[in-house]
């Protein structure tokens, strides 16, 4: 049992896995942090946070679990925020699609508090962004990759794998370089090839046409286009290395 969760990014993901935890019955109580006031409001109108909290230092004040559920390029500077106000016994870990980036970040930021980091990704997600799109069973049977380094701390893998099991998802574990060429080959490039085919498209002189006439094929084929571009543009530069690889 989770007796303060601190949610930090209480969109799709950080929405869903506060959803899941309270109907799980897993967290006490579960704290919302994020930069836009009437998002928070949102969230607690919709009953996924029991608390909004405007303020980092506070959301993240006596938590025991600390979850970093903002774009990858967030990261860096909300880790160098939260370190000097981690409780004892916090355990911190995040949600994002890239992980060695997110790794030399946590390190850096966390200084001699970087053990308690347990980077994660859960294989689950839409094209949907914010708190309303956020459901309780995004999580069930699906994956999440957990990738901890050689010196993060075994106590708090153990109680972010309880965490994300309360979900019903199943948990993997591997080195945060293969899990960022995997996802590469699985993940970032179909978004890249799905926004691209989507741009192409619209280049088209006879685009109305083509707009009108395109059906599902073409719909399936760039769902994942409809995400937001500022997110996975980051999410591609963070990792473009391996996205170059598997764009080759
Ligand atoms: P989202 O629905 O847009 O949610 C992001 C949340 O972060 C929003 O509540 C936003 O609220 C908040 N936020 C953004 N910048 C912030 C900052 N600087 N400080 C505090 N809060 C901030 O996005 P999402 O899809 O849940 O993605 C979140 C993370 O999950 C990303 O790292 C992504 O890589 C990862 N992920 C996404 C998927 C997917 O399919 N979407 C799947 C797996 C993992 P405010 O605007 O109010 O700040």
Redesign the pocket.
């Known amino acids: 049992m989770i007796n303060k969760l601190c949610i ?7 929405g869903s896995l506060a959803r899941a935890l309270r109907a799980a019955k897993a967290a006490r109580t579960i704290v919302g ?4 006031a009437a ?2 409001q949102r969230a607690m109108e919709l009953g996924v946070i029991d608390r909004a909290e405007r303020l980092l230092a506070d959301a993240v004040r006596d938590a025991d679990m600390v979850v970093l ?4 390029g ?1 990261m860096t ?2 880790l160098r925020e939260i370190a000097p106000q981690l409780s004892q016994r916090a355990a911190v870990t ?5 992980k060695g980036a997110v790794v030399a970040a946590a390190r850096d930021a966390l200084g001699a508090r970087f053990p308690v980091f347990v980077p994660g ?7 949907k ?3 309303e ?1 956020s459901f309780v069973e995004l999580f069930k049977g699906q994956r999440v990759v957990l990738t901890p380094e050689p010196d993060t701390d075994p106590g708090a893998v153990q109680r972010v794998t309880d965490m994300w099991r309360a979900t019903g998802a199943e948990i993997l574990t591997m080195t945060a370089a293969h899990h960022d060429d995997v996802l590469a080959v699985t993940s970032h490039l179909p978004h890249m090839l799905g926004y691209t085919l989507v741009d192409a498209l619209l280049k088209l002189d006879d685009n109305k046409t083509m707009v009108a006439l395109a059906a599902s094929s073409f719909r399936d084929a760039t769902r994942v286009a409809a ?2 571009p500022e ?1 996975w543009h980051v ?1 591609c530069l963070s990792n473009r290395v391996a996205v170059v690889e598997a764009l080759k």
């Open positions: 930090i990014g209480v969109g799709l993901i950080g942090h994020s930069r836009d998002h928070l559920a903002v774009p990858v967030a500077e909300l995040d949600v994002g699609s890239v990704h859960p294989i689950a997600g839409t094209e962004s914010g708190v799109a995400s937001d997110m999410i």
